[in-house]
């Protein structure tokens, strides 16, 4: 029998069950990352078009998995292509469908996340969700884009549990919105920091001068360091991070990024775009470990950069914005994976798994202590948001 797909249901109970603390962000709390506004729902999915779903399976003790997708617009992505990049920041990891992605600079199917084990499956499922589509009766070709992190320390990784039709309902259920985060779909069973992991997102929205574009950014948290929040040294307070007890603690694991933007940018710059997300990751004290599987997968939403299937022309005509114009974008790129990362795991909840493991969440009153002391909360909370 079927590992039911928990999706929703699960998340909405998760998230009545937890307390009024646990039920908000960080940021209302007092904490002001960075300098620029967030978007209406401070997710990925304020970059118009762009949408979420998730799978969550938990089943019995040992099962601890499941998908997260991100479609970047309603239409027929085949044949609606968007410009797209990748960079990799530590390559220990198995993202498919990389290597057309570097070639021609576009995407052409949703992106899906999932654990190491199950990319196989995933890529398939996109490649029948490709081909089942109207219009794509023709299409003898998928560049399915899946990545992962390795969920293997509270799940059976081994037992292959995400099936193909986990990931269709995914895709089915993605929707624009507010997007659940800590432990749902692809972040089920992951650890990040010393601590529970999970899915995070953020957005920030550049002031109408610069353009008023909006970079949007989606976490799956699954990598160790040193637990670092708004500049404060949270990990060493606890006494929890990587070298804390002993030589051999590990930072290895991975974290994908995935970065969304209805600036019209074309491969070339989502690629510099991409690569400042990394930088996001290292504010929050990501070490990219050798065993680490770290990758930005940055995409444009604009509808004047996007490439046709077939098209009768052979010449594009492409708006772009100009290299001197980039900067604010990095700006807001490196802030939202920032914050991204610290809400996944401000809204993971302690998980116990296979084999008895447990992995605890972030001690949400002691953090908070902790960041007081330094004078990173404020009295007066700012949603921070754009007017």
């Known amino acids: 029998m079927p590992i039911p797909c928990r999706c929703l249901f699960v998340c909405a109970w998760l998230v009545f069950c937890a307390n009024s603390l646990a039920q ?15 978007g209406r729902w401070n997710a990925i999915t304020d970059v118009t078009g762009v949408r979420v779903g998730h799978c969550t399976l938990t089943e019995g003790t040992d099962v601890r998995t499941g998908v997260t997708v991100v479609v ?27 290597t057309q992605v570097e070639e021609l600079g576009n995407l052409e199917t949703p992106v899906v996340l999932t654990n190491t084990l199950s990319v196989p499956v995933a890529v398939e499922a996109l490649i029948e969700y490709t081909l089942s589509a109207p219009g794509n009766e023709a299409v003898q070709s998928v560049n399915a884009v899946v990545g992962e992190t390795n969920d293997g320390f509270l799940n059976d990784i081994r037992g292959l549990h995400v099936k193909k039709h986990h990931v269709i309902e995914a895709i089915a259920k993605a929707a624009s919105g507010p997007v ?14 010393g601590y529970k992991g999970g899915i995070g997102t953020a957005s920030r929205v550049l002031p109408e001068r610069l353009g008023g574009y909006t970079v949007g950014v989606l976490v799956q948290t699954n990598f160790g360091g040193i637990l670092t929040i708004d500049g404060v040294p949270v990990g060493e307070e606890l006494g929890n991070f990587y070298l804390s007890k002993e ?27 991409a690569q400042r997300a990394l930088f996001g990751l290292a504010r929050t004290g990501g070490i990219a470990a050798n065993g680490s599987g770290d990758y930005v997968i940055a995409f444009s939403t604009h509808q004047k950069v996007r490439v046709w299937h077939n098209r009768s022309e052979a010449v594009d005509t492409l708006t772009l914005l100009r290299n001197d114009n980039l900067s604010p974008l990095f700006l807001a790129v490196i802030e939202a994976t920032e914050e991204a990362i610290v809400n996944s795991l401000w809204a993971a909840r302690t998980m116990k798994g296979k084999m008895g493991r447990v992995a605890e969440a972030l001690p949400q009153e002691k953090v908070l202590e902790i960041l007081r002391r330094y004078g990173a909360l404020h009295d007066k909370p700012e949603s921070n948001r754009k007017k």
């Open 180 to 193: 659940q985060e800590g432990n749902v779909g692809a972040g089920t069973g992951t650890v990040c920091l």
């Open 72 to 98: 970047p617009h309603q239409g027929n992505l085949f044949q609606e292509k968007v410009p797209a990049a990748i960079f990799t920041g530590n390559g220990f990891g198995k993202l498919a469908g990389y």
């Open 24 to 38: 908000s962000r960080l940021r209302e709390a007092g904490v002001r990352f960075g300098v620029l506004p967030t």
């Open 247 to 273: 030589l051999g603690s590990t930072a290895d694991g991975s974290c994908m990024i995935v970065v969304a933007t209805n600036a019209p940018l074309d491969a070339r710059n989502l690629k510099r775009l």
